[in-house]
T-cell receptor
Framework: DAKTTQPPSMDCAEGRAANLPCNHS???????VYWYRQIHSQGPQYIIH???NNETNEMASLIITEDRKSSTLILPHATLRDTAVYYC??????????FGKGTSLLVTP | SAVISQKPSRDICQRGTSLTIQCQVD?????MFWYRQQPGQSLTLIAT?????????ESGFVIDKFPISRPNLTFSTLTVSNMSPEDSSIYLC????????????FGEGSRLTVL
């Protein structure tokens, strides 16, 4: 199971893009990278996942480096409601997710 | 998507007692997971509870302390036995989506405080 490393905290101004990095240098060739977020007092919420190619959905974009050792989650226009802890996670052989410590993102007015 | 309901949403318990947390899903799911989130910490997987088989526990978690039931494809329970203050945590139920792509749906959690 891959180990993920993220900065503990980041700030972002409202309306600007939030770029959250994740290092997953031990990821294997067929392991997906998943991103979840947890808003205070709520259960984690799925954001996006990817394997090799960059991905985009209505919530965010995921940029994965060619060597797959790192990725960046991009929230293109952060709002105050995006303040949350963001987790870059790996999946184990039993389809459960392994959560690291995550990045606490604070979006400021 | 799946809608997950957990009961109780929060409780205050006395040391030495046991509490059973219920997880109800609005659709049939094969894979169900129980996580613990200690105050200010990330989520830690307790066990995987697949219907039709015994729960599989992660290192550091044992069946005597956290017995799990999975009687059908929409329901599971986690019991926290002989509680101590160190068991004060949020306990979260999670299920895998139909496509098994790694997208998990989480309940809102059960916040337990042990005095």
């Amino acid at each position: 199971d891959a180990k993920t490393t993220q900065p503990p905290s980041m700030d972002c101004a409202e309306g600007r893009a939030a770029n959250l990095p994740c290092n997953h240098s031990t990821i294997s060739g067929n392991e997906y990278v998943y991103w979840y977020r947890q808003i205070h007092s709520q259960g984690p919420q799925y954001i996006i996942h990817g394997l090799k190619n960059n991905e985009t959905n209505e919530m965010a974009s995921l940029i994965i480096t060619e060597d797959r050792k790192s990725s960046t989650l991009i929230l293109p226009h952060a709002t105050l409601r995006d303040t949350a802890v963001y987790y870059c996670v790996s999946i184990n052989s039993g389809y459960a997710l392994n959560f690291g410590k995550g990045t606490s993102l604070l979006v400021t007015p | 998507s799946a809608v997950i309901s957990q009961k109780p949403s929060r409780d205050i318990c006395q040391r030495g007692t046991s509490l059973t947390i219920q997880c109800q899903v609005d659709s049939q799911v094969t894979m169900m997971f129980w996580y613990r989130q200690q105050p200010g910490q990330s989520l830690t997987l307790i066990a995987t509870a697949n219907q039709g088989s015994e729960a599989t526990y992660e290192s550091g978690f044992v069946i005597d302390k956290f017995p799990i039931s999975r009687p059908n494809l929409t329901f599971s329970t986690l019991t926290v036995s002989n509680m101590s203050p160190e068991d004060s945590s949020i306990y979260l139920c999670s299920v895998a989506g139909r496509t098994n792509t790694g997208e998990l749906f989480f309940g809102e959690g059960s916040r337990l405080t042990v005095l």
